[in-house]
């Protein structure tokens, strides 16, 4: 079965770059027409897609967020990053990985990223 597990500092301070790491098993991330999804939700708020990389290392981004996103991957630890700089106590919320695009979808559990000094 696919899982993936968000990793990474629960806490970072304002204008500091998060980074959070996805480790996948269960599927390689270069399985063809894999898609492999950030996605975020702020407290009180709904679900934000940020962006993904697919299966031949192409990115794509939310235009919202591009400017400060940058999603990567090593494909020999089956895993894909997030990096969003400049943060702001609006960046604070829960943060998903997520394989989207094939049947079925799968996500991590998430994981609490509070943006304070």
């Known amino acids: 079965q696919v899982q993936l597990q968000e990793s990474g500092p629960g806490l970072v301070k304002p204008s500091q770059t998060l980074s959070l790491t996805c480790t996948v098993s269960g599927d390689s991330i270069t399985t063809d027409y894999s898609y492999w999804s950030w996605i975020r939700q702020p407290p009180g708020k709904g679900l934000e897609w940020m962006g993904r990389i697919g299966f031949s290392g192409e990115t794509a981004y939310s235009p919202s967020l591009k400017s400060r996103t940058s999603i990567s991957w090593d494909t020999a630890k089956n895993q894909f990053t997030l990096q969003l700089s400049s943060v702001t106590p609006e960046d604070t919320a829960v943060y998903y990985c997520?394989?989207?695009?094939?049947?079925?979808?799968?996500w991590g559990q998430g994981t609490q990223v509070t943006v304070s000094s």
């Open positions: 997520a394989s989207i695009g094939r049947f079925p979808n799968y």
